[in-house]
C-alpha cells in the first residue's frame, strides 16, 4: 500500500501542471475567436474588384464606390441625399447587427443569350447570337432600380434585342451578313441608345457584339443569289468603265495619228514641190546654157526608159527621136 500511495502522490502534479496549462491554451483560442467575431462585427473589407453598399434595417446608409466623382455623388445625392459616400478600398467600420453589407462587382459582366430570330429589311429571317459587356457604375441607384443582376439582365436583354431588330430592319440581309463595317457602327449606336435608355439606373454598357450570324436554311439560296447578282452588275460596271476608257484613248491615239500624218504629208508635198521646183530651175539653167547638150542628154533618157533588149520600135530615120540612134543629124 505504501509504494502505491507513493506512485499516486507522485503523478497527480503532473496532471494538475498539464491541466492548467490546457486551460490557459483552451482560454485563449476563446479571446481569439471572441476578438475575431468582434472585429469581424464592426468591420469590413472592401476589395478591389468590388464596391460595398451597408443598410442599416434594410436602408441604404453608406456606399464605398471606386472613386467619389462629382457625377457619382450627384446621382446619389439626387436619390437619398442622407447616404454617406466614401471612395477608396481597404477596411471600414460598421455597427454589429443592425447594419449589414452587401457586394457589387465594379469589373466588366457579360450579359449573354440564346440566339433568337429578327427579320431584315427585304423580309429575309437571321438568326443572331449577341452579347454585351457591362458593368455597375453606381451601386445605390443599381439597387434601387434594377435590384438584382437578374433583372437587369432582362433589361438589357429587352433593350438590345429591341433595338437589333430595329436596326436590322432597315437593312437587307446581305449587309447584316457581309458588310462589316455597317454592323460596327450599328452595334455603335445601339450601345449608345442603350446607355441612353439605362440612364439613372447606374449601368453602364460597354459594347455590344453580335458572336454569330446564322440563316435559316430556305433563305441560304436567295441571299446568295442576291449577292451573287449585285457583284456581277458591279463587275459589268467596271468592265463598261474599262470599255468606255479604252474606247477615248483609242479615239484620242487615233485622232493624233491621224493629225500626225496629216502634218507629215503636208510637210512632205512641201518638200517635194521645192524639190521639183528645184529641179526645174536646174533643167532651166542647163537648157539656157547649152541646148544642143540639153536636148541630148534627154534624148537619152528617153532612150534608157524607152528601148531595151526586147523593145523593136518602128521609126523615120529621119524623126528627130532617131537621129542619136542613127547619126543622121
Known sequence: MDNNQNVYQYKKPEFNKYKGILKLAVGFVVLIILLSIAFNAFTFTVEEREQVVVKQWGKIVKVVVDEKTDEIVEQIHNYNEDIKIVGGKGLFLKLPIIQTTESYKNMLLTYDTDPREVTTKDKKKLLIDNYAQWKIKNPVLFIGVLKTQKEAFQRLDDIIYSMLNEEIGKVDAHV???ERDYVMKML???TENTNEKLAGSGVEVVDVRIKRTDLPIENYENVFNRM??????????????GEEEAQKIRSSADKEATIIEAQAYEKAEKIKGEGDAEALR????????DIEFYEFWRTLQAYKEILDSKTKIVIDPDSEFAKYLFGSE
Open 176 to 178: 447584316v451578313i457581309s
Open 188 to 190: 455603335k449606336r445601339i
Open 228 to 241: 451573287r447578282t449585285e457583284r456581277q452588275q458591279a463587275a459589268s460596271k467596271y468592265r463598261s468603265e
Open 282 to 289: 536646174i533643167y532651166a539653167e542647163a537648157y539656157n546654157k
